[in-house]
């Protein structure tokens, strides 16, 4: 078979895979393919594996190199070696693994200065100075993911309760929920039961994005979702030693900042706290961003966070 590379970029959504040439452009004929999304209380060698594996027999390539950026990478040092050992078989002889907000930076930023905030399902922030690189949250939806569609979800669901006990205003959010929950008193049990009640309670993030221009609580939850995220940018700046004279980029990626209110609130209070802070749109996208890792200059900051195992 002829050999190839492998592009992943796996978040808790959804897993998108390419098959690219070996220096990591995008091999004509071949279309992204989309998997389930990572289940981050499991194993994660053994579900890229079989992304791996699918990959391979849908395209009939062997995968010399494989290159992901990864939601929940918690694994450490040990995954690298744990995936080229799962992969036995497949052709593959390197591996090359970041988190997913280090592929999402080097899709929209590539090398330059500044922070990328990704806020879908979950939210994180990587901050990349001269030579320091922080990550800000992306703890998950029990300890952190503050700003995240989640976040938002989870926010539009105590408010609607709020309301139903009376300890808080009145929501267009509890026509939303209605129409999911017939019974509210039952609601939270019904919810607790739902095996995917993470990706469904972050659902919830487009209903509180459409009515913030009418709902005054949804309008609430979309101002401190800015506030959350903006603190983000700002705290991961000055970790890395940016300060306010000088001129970083940033760069918003995923669904809560294709909502109006979270996005322009957020561009609001980053001019507040960083005024020379330059907004930019994405090159290229996470899955391009995974696909750069082989070749990633070994000097570079970024370069450090990859995590890299050859047969």
Do not use: K
């Not at 139903?164 to 929950?181: I, K, Y």
């Not at 990706?199 to 979309?222: F, K, Q």
């Not at 700002?234 to 306010?244: K, P, S, W």
Request: charged share 20%.
């Amino acid at each position: 078979m002829p050999e190839a590379a492998l592009a992943i970029d796996g978040g808790q959504t959804g897993i998108r895979a390419q098959v690219r040439t070996m220096d990591g452009t995008e091999r004509a004929g071949l279309p992204i393919q989309e998997f389930r999304g990572i289940l981050t209380d499991r194993p994660l060698a053994p579900q890229i594996a079989d992304v791996v594996g699918r990959a391979r027999a849908a395209t009939g390539l062997d995968f010399a190199t494989v290159s992901a950026g990864l939601s929940g990478l918690t694994d450490g040092e040990a995954l690298a070696p744990a995936l080229l050992a799962a992969t036995t078989g497949f052709g593959v002889s390197t591996v090359h693994l970041v988190h997913d907000s280090v592929s999402s930076y080097l899709g929209a930023l590539g090398n330059a200065r500044g922070a990328v905030i990704a806020a879908g399902t979950g939210a994180v922030t990587l901050a990349v100075g001269a030579t320091e690189v922080v990550r800000i949250d992306g703890w998950g939806y029990i300890m952190g993911d503050a700003g995240s569609g989640y976040w938002l979800g989870r926010e539009a669901f105590v408010a609607v309760m709020r309301a139903f006990d009376g300890r808080g205003p009145a929501t267009a959010l509890t026509e939303v929920m209605l129409a999911d929950f017939p019974d509210l008193a039952q609601a939270y049990v019904d919810l607790q039961r739902d095996p995917d009640r993470i990706r469904r309670t972050a659902s919830y993030a487009a209903h509180v994005a459409r009515l913030a221009d009418t709902d005054e609580v949804a309008r609430g939850i979309c101002d401190a979702a800015a506030a959350e995220l903006a603190l983000a940018v700002a705290t991961g700046l000055r970790r890395v030693g940016e300060d306010q004279s000088d001129s970083p980029a940033a760069c918003f990626l995923g669904g809560v900042l294709r909502g109006e209110r979270v996005r322009s609130q957020l561009t609001a209070r980053l001019a507040a706290l960083w005024p020379h802070l330059e907004v930019r749109e994405p090159l290229a996208t996470s899955l391009d961003g995974a696909a750069l890792l082989p070749g990633l200059d070994p000097d570079s900051a970024l370069a450090h966070q990859v995590l890299t195992a050859r047969r």
